[in-house]
């Protein structure tokens, strides 16, 4: 079983930017493809960005040159550094864990984009 539990939500101004968090409970987080999901209200839930255990990213193609995704492998962590906000992407944020076939979603984290 892996835990997993995000941070770093928030509200912030149109262009701002936040770093959201994601703390893995096992020390075997070297080996996860993980990924950063988002659902806003009404709206299913999407992919964001995902990185490989090998490093390799990949994004949505809204968020591109705005979000970064990495992982910090000593820290069992992920992360998602998010400039340039907009209202659109306003959203709950949930961190994915892929692992031995098995899939494991943190409870999620509220971003609001709003002036």
């Known amino acids: 079983q892996v835990q997993l539990v995000e941070s770093g939500g928030g509200l912030v101004q149109p262009g701002g930017s936040l770093r959201l968090s994601c703390a893995a409970s096992r020390s075997t987080f070297s080996l996860y493809d993980m990924g950063w999901y988002r659902q806003a209200p009404g709206k299913q839930r999407e992919l964001v960005a995902a990185?490989?255990?090998?490093?390799?990213?990949n994004y949505v193609d809204a968020v591109k040159g705005r979000f970064t995704i990495s992982r910090d492998n000593a820290k069992n962590t992920l992360y998602l550094e998010m400039n340039s906000l907009k209202p659109e992407d306003t959203a709950v944020y949930y961190c994915n864990a892929v692992v031995y076939g098995m899939i494991y979603w943190g409870i999620g984290t509220l971003v609001t984009v709003s002036s």
């Open positions: 990185i490989t255990h090998g490093t390799r990213t």
